[in-house]
């Protein structure tokens, strides 16, 4: 039996039951990433040193491990063969030990001097990534993509783009409020347990048909054969998207660790003025258009709705980098982060479209190394030394440190504009 004849290519439409399963666990991972991408920065400078290079170390150097895990967790789950499947074993463990490692953040916090504190942050941040990425990035991915196919990819991404967005909503538009009502560590056990049982709940009711056809060649050997020349070859297309998704990702990620504290610093907001700015513009540019963006990438092209939400996002970062006032600044965000949604869905859609059938796994570990890695290590490491160089000087608690400054965002929007050059280089059937 190949892998195109599985039964898992054939479950189109999705059943309810999987839809449900699909939008509840990208829904907990969402939360967890999202407290991981912004809450985890924050409780570091606000609880362990307001240094905002020990930020960009955290998320450089968690963003090679979850690189790592992906691909090498990401093409374990390809030659799995159980009777569970090949991707649920890996969900099912990966969620539960994501929110437990999720909740233990915080006592890094415990530990003095601060160097030590900061060394134990990254140690639990690192540990925690290479099990979400695992379970995310790798497992998901290629299950998402092994049960739908071109024309109906674009919504079921859509739709779980929108659970992205609903997770941002409750972390961003509602941390404030949980903070302030329970504290930083009851914060992060909450959104730990919430992973944990959802991953718990809905994983086993997810369906996979075990496969019977024993892995061609060895694990080693199948990463090893993507780079060489004939395999480059054959999916220069992939990697033409990933190289566009790189020089987009590596300015979103200048500026996007650094927002809360910019917001709270700079421009002076409360942390619950902040999380209402932040929650209108996700309603409205993330919510209210990601389930649209996704038919319209469906039915118009991948590479169109990319080219478009280029030249918006660089617009929309100039707009929200001049802005002071809430209502100015609430527009901004929408503005930026409204292309920021349309680009992920159109490039994730699109490079699903190309991942090869028998490596879905293991490209989605690519598409980790291209999105992650290799742009939350130069843009954060890029945004922190803009901060510290551009920034304003400041004591916090008695401990030296920089506020961040506009220059991040109008960086940032220089940079995504390159994205369109490697866009423009791939030929696209005229029915796409």
């Known amino acids: ?20 399963m699909l939008l509840l666990l990208g829904l907990a991972g969402q939360l967890a990433w999202a407290v991981e991408n912004q809450y985890f920065n924050t409780f570091m400078y606000d609880n362990i040193t307001p240094d905002p290079r020990a930020v960009s170390w955290m998320v450089a150097i968690t963003a090679v491990v979850s690189t790592v895990a992906t691909i090498l967790m990401g ?77 109906n990819r674009g919504r079921v991404v859509g739709s779980l783009e929108i659970m992205k967005w609903v997770a941002f909503l409750i972390i961003y538009g509602g941390a404030g409020f949980i903070i302030q ?34 892995p061609q060649g060895t694990y080693w050997g199948q ?32 500026f996007f660790p650094y927002l809360m504290i910019y917001l709270q610093h700079y421009i002076q907001l409360s942390i619950v003025n902040s999380s209402i700015l932040v929650a209108i513009s996700i309603l409205v540019g993330g919510i209210g258009l990601a389930y649209p963006i996704g038919l319209l990438v469906d039915r118009w092209g991948r590479r169109p709705v990319a080219l478009v939400a280029v030249g918006l996002e660089a617009v929309g970062l100039l707009v929200f980098s001049l802005s002071r006032s809430m209502v100015m600044l609430t527009i901004g965000g929408i503005l930026w982060l409204a292309p920021f949604a349309a680009w992920t869905i159109a490039t994730t859609t699109w490079s699903r479209d190309l991942y090869p059938e028998d490596k879905r796994g293991q490209f989605a570990g690519y598409y980790v190394l291209f999105n992650v890695a290799f742009t939350m290590i130069p843009g954060p490491l890029l945004g922190g030394w803009l901060a510290s160089t551009y920034g304003i000087a400041t004591v916090l608690d008695g401990k030296p440190g920089f506020i961040p400054t506009p220059i991040l965002f109008q960086v940032a929007a220089v940079l995504v504009l390159l994205a369109v050059i490697p866009l423009l280089t791939i030929r696209m059937p005229k029915t796409k």
């Open 181 to 214: 009502a329970v504290g930083y560590y009851w914060f992060f056990y909450i959104i730990g347990g919430i992973a944990a049982l959802i991953g718990l709940v809905c994983v086993p009711f997810l369906r996979e048909e075990p496969l019977t056809d024993k």
């Open 75 to 151: 093409t374990l789950s390809d030659r799995t063969r159980t009777r569970w499947g090949r991707r649920r074993p890996y969900l099912f463990i990966g969620y539960i030990v994501w929110g437990i490692l999720t909740a233990a953040f915080p006592l890094a916090a415990k530990f003095h001097p601060i160097a030590v504190g900061v060394f134990i942050a990254i140690l639990f941040d690192s540990i925690m990534s290479f099990f979400a990425a695992t379970a995310s990035d790798g497992a998901f991915s290629a299950y998402v993509t092994d049960i739908t196919t071109e024309a």
């Open 223 to 254: 990463i090893a054969n993507t780079f060489q020349l004939s395999s480059l070859r054959q999916n220069r297309d992939f990697f033409k998207v990933m190289i566009a998704l790189t020089l987009f990702m590596v300015g979103i990620n200048v």
């Open 1 to 20: 039996m190949t892998l195109s004849s599985t039964p898992l290519k054939q479950q189109s439409p999705l059943s309810r039951v999987v839809w449900a």
